[in-house]
């Protein structure tokens, strides 16, 4: 099948099927080991279209776009849950982009060969996903190196590489097995290159899953005087969380809830994402009844601090400096900003603030404001302010003690492996992800939520404290370990002993390195591409 022309229908057949393993190999099914070879057959359209086929680059636009649109469709199609005009934009542009660059490397390995080529697929790939984790419109949900997050085993060394060496690990294995199977078929090819094939295929998936194990750490030995509590209030964000006559008693909720882990020795509590629905003006937080209820609460134990999930909105005079996100008030008497907040408070009269910055594109921001502001009055509103919300780099951790530093890690926020490495760098001990992730029901999408933030407790190895909503609520290991997980869309209240260390692991330290490599690499082989193409183009025209 290799070394002849395969017909249309073959190749939207193995299309499918790379698509279909893409979808069988991502969490939370425990079949991660196929993505090594999820591509193969995807590489095989790609071999067979640019030897034996013509109008070569449309067809590879078509096939690869093909698959990739099904793999999107397969794995996220729970989006539309929460917004069904979010969920076809995503899966469409997010599969456009993937074809980006299996089409560019098609047209490096016509031009400079299988090496080459096959190097700059794997250096396309990476800016693909450097692209999706530094623009405007991020949705790095699907980069690769996120399809280990439920086998954490296989990938402690992400606290050198970070799930970009997940990638490189997923496309080299797909591309050597490719060639081994290919190299199999032709008889031009002698028994010892297919086994030196073999031996290095053998290698590159066997010993980094060696080094793994060797490098996981032991689970520590947690300090029993220092506990940490996670409630899930489990409010319907549908119907209840952000209906005003519910507010009270969702304080009522959590106050009851906490009420029954917290003691004397409990430093940390932790609330989900919006836990205080009501929308709160940041100058004059005091001034509301559920606030001084939760701070009545908070000074019975003077050692413990909150970190909850906030709506909340702050105020600039005409001649104050705003953002680019400020909104004018109609009678023109100041400018407004809207937040996904997190406050820190005690049973003292101070309130810390960090504002979301890795925001949801088309629910809490408008990507490209400049350009596509005119489709704001289209965003989905999911109990904020409404528009785009405001957001400020500042990756501070929130001071609990003298020992401990808390990174306030907002719901999508868990996904970004480099940015959550900023708050450890800047002092953070200890991870806390706050999240909502009822919007999806119960689909895959909260479990991939959950998988894919147990990864930044492997890449800082830090001990990560999580309130959900609806669900999953947990601790998180250093080793990416799960314990106490809760069951979904359902109350509970959990707690646990501390974990502290102060180790910045190499990948805190570097961040995303290797995705720089690539995207040099990737931009020195387009140039040299376009120069390629250039010069034959003068030499037809002589």
Same mark, same amino acid.
């Given at each position: 099948?290799?070394?002849?022309?395969?017909?249309?229908?073959?190749?939207?057949?193995?299309?499918?099927?790379?698509?279909?393993i893409?979808?069988?190999?991502?969490?939370?099914?425990?079949?991660?080991?196929?993505?090594?070879?999820a591509?193969v057959?995807?590489?095989?359209?790609?071999?067979?279209i640019s030897?034996?086929?013509k109008?070569?680059?449309l067809?590879?636009?078509?096939?690869?776009?093909?698959?990739?649109?099904?793999?999107?469709?397969f794995?996220?199609?729970?989006?539309?849950?929460?917004?069904?005009?979010?969920?076809?934009l995503?899966?469409?542009?997010n599969?456009?982009?993937?074809?980006?660059?299996?089409?560019?490397?098609h047209?490096?390995?016509?031009k400079?060969?299988?090496?080459?080529g096959?190097?700059?697929?794997?250096?396309?790939?990476?800016?693909?996903?450097?692209?999706?984790?530094?623009?405007?419109s991020?949705?790095?949900?699907?980069?690769?190196?996120?399809?280990?997050?439920?086998?954490?085993?296989?990938?402690?060394?992400?606290?050198?590489?970070g799930?970009?060496?997940?990638?490189?690990?997923?496309?080299t294995?797909?591309?050597?097995?490719?060639q081994l199977i290919k190299?199999s078929?032709?008889?031009?090819?002698?028994?010892?290159?297919?086994r030196?094939?073999?031996?290095a295929?053998?290698?590159?998936?066997?010993?980094?899953?060696?080094?793994?194990?060797?490098?996981?750490?032991?689970?520590?030995?947690?300090n029993n005087?220092?506990?940490v509590?996670?409630?899930?209030?489990?409010?319907?964000p549908?119907n209840?969380?952000f209906?005003?006559?519910?507010y009270d008693s969702?304080?009522?909720t959590?106050?009851?809830?906490?009420?029954?882990?917290?003691?004397?020795?409990t430093?940390?509590l932790?609330?989900?994402?919006?836990a205080?629905?009501?929308?709160?003006?940041?100058?004059t937080?005091?001034?509301?009844?559920?606030?001084?209820?939760?701070?009545?609460?908070?000074?019975?134990?003077p050692?413990?601090?909150?970190?909850?999930?906030?709506?909340?909105?702050?105020?600039?005079?005409?001649?104050?400096?705003?953002?680019?996100?400020?909104?004018?008030?109609?009678?023109?008497?100041?400018?407004?900003?809207?937040?996904?907040?997190?406050f820190?408070?005690?049973?003292?009269?101070?309130v810390?603030?960090?504002h979301?910055?890795?925001?949801v594109?088309?629910?809490?921001?408008?990507?490209?404001?400049?350009v596509?502001?005119?489709l704001?009055?289209?965003?989905?509103?999911?109990?904020?302010?409404?528009?785009?919300?405001?957001?400020k780099?500042d990756?501070?951790?929130?001071?609990?003690n003298?020992?401990?530093?808390?990174?306030?890690?907002?719901?999508?926020?868990?996904?970004?492996?480099?940015?959550?490495?900023?708050?450890?760098?800047?002092?953070?001990?200890?991870?806390?992800?706050i999240?909502?992730?009822?919007?999806?029901?119960?689909?895959?999408? !909260?479990r991939?939520? =959950?998988?894919?933030?147990? #990864?930044?407790?492997?890449?800082? /190895?830090?001990?990560i @404290?999580? *309130?959900?909503?609806?669900g999953?609520?947990?601790?998180?290991l250093p080793?990416?370990?799960?314990?106490?997980?809760?069951?979904?869309?359902?109350?509970?209240?959990i707690?646990?002993p501390?974990?502290?260390?102060?180790?910045?692991?190499?990948y805190?330290k570097?961040g995303?390195?290797?995705?720089?490599?690539g995207? !040099?690499?990737?931009a =020195?082989l387009?140039?040299? #591409?376009?120069?390629s193409?250039? /010069?034959?183009?003068? @030499?037809? *025209?002589?």
């Amino acid at each position: 099948m290799l070394q002849a022309r395969i017909n249309i229908f073959r190749l939207v057949i193995l299309s499918l099927i790379s698509s279909c393993i893409l979808w069988m190999a991502w969490p939370p099914i425990p079949l991660n080991f196929i993505v090594l070879f999820a591509f193969v057959p995807l590489l095989a359209v790609e071999d067979n279209i640019s030897m034996y086929h013509k109008k070569r680059g449309l067809k590879i636009i078509l096939f690869s776009y093909f698959g990739f649109l099904c793999w999107n469709i397969f794995t996220t199609y729970w989006i539309w849950y929460a917004s069904p005009g979010g969920a076809v934009l995503a899966i469409l542009l997010n599969a456009v982009l993937m074809t980006i660059p299996f089409f560019t490397f098609h047209f490096v390995k016509r031009k400079f060969g299988s090496f080459i080529g096959y190097l700059s697929l794997i250096c396309f790939w990476i800016c693909h996903e450097m692209l999706h984790l530094n623009w405007d419109s991020p949705w790095p949900w699907l980069d690769l190196g996120n399809a280990f997050a439920n086998t954490r085993n296989w990938v402690q060394w992400y606290e050198y590489t970070g799930t970009l060496g997940g990638t490189i690990w997923i496309w080299t294995s797909n591309i050597l097995i490719y060639q081994l199977i290919k190299s199999s078929f032709q008889e031009s090819v002698s028994k010892k290159s297919v086994r030196n094939l073999g031996i290095a295929l053998f290698v590159v998936i066997l010993l980094p899953i060696f080094i793994s194990y060797v490098i996981r750490p032991d689970n520590p030995e947690l300090n029993n005087k220092v506990n940490v509590v996670a409630v899930q209030p489990n409010i319907d964000p549908y119907n209840d969380k952000f209906d005003p006559a519910t507010y009270d008693s969702q304080i009522n909720t959590l106050l009851s809830l906490s009420a029954q882990k917290v003691d004397s020795n409990t430093v940390l509590l932790a609330w989900p994402e919006t836990a205080i629905a009501e929308l709160i003006d940041e100058k004059t937080i005091f001034s509301y009844r559920s606030i001084r209820e939760i701070h009545d609460f908070l000074k019975k134990y003077p050692r413990l601090k909150l970190i909850t999930g906030v709506n909340s909105f702050t105020t600039y005079g005409m001649n104050e400096t705003h953002l680019a996100t400020s909104r004018m008030y109609s009678d023109k008497s100041g400018w407004y900003d809207g937040f996904n907040a997190s406050f820190e408070m005690d049973h003292t009269d101070s309130v810390k603030i960090y504002h979301k910055f890795k925001l949801v594109p088309g629910v809490e921001k408008m990507p490209y404001p400049e350009v596509l502001g005119f489709l704001e009055r289209y965003s989905i509103s999911m109990g904020g302010p409404g528009g785009s919300l405001g957001s400020k780099y500042d990756p501070v951790p929130f001071k609990i003690n003298d020992s401990l530093k808390v990174a306030p890690i907002i719901c999508y926020e868990s996904i970004f492996g480099s940015y959550v490495s900023q708050f450890v760098k800047n002092g953070a001990d200890m991870l806390a992800i706050i999240t909502n992730d009822g919007w999806w029901q119960n689909t895959p999408g !909260y479990r991939q939520h =959950l998988y894919t933030g147990a #990864l930044r407790a492997i890449e800082t /190895r830090k001990f990560i @404290i999580r *309130a959900a909503n609806t669900g999953i609520s947990c601790f998180i290991l250093p080793s990416g370990d799960i314990i106490q997980p809760t069951e979904y869309w359902k109350e509970a209240v959990i707690k646990s002993p501390a974990y502290i260390n102060n180790k910045v692991t190499f990948y805190t330290k570097y961040g995303d390195y290797l995705g720089w490599i690539g995207v !040099y690499t990737g931009a =020195l082989l387009f140039v040299l #591409l376009n120069l390629s193409l250039i /010069r034959t183009l003068f @030499i037809k *025209a002589e």
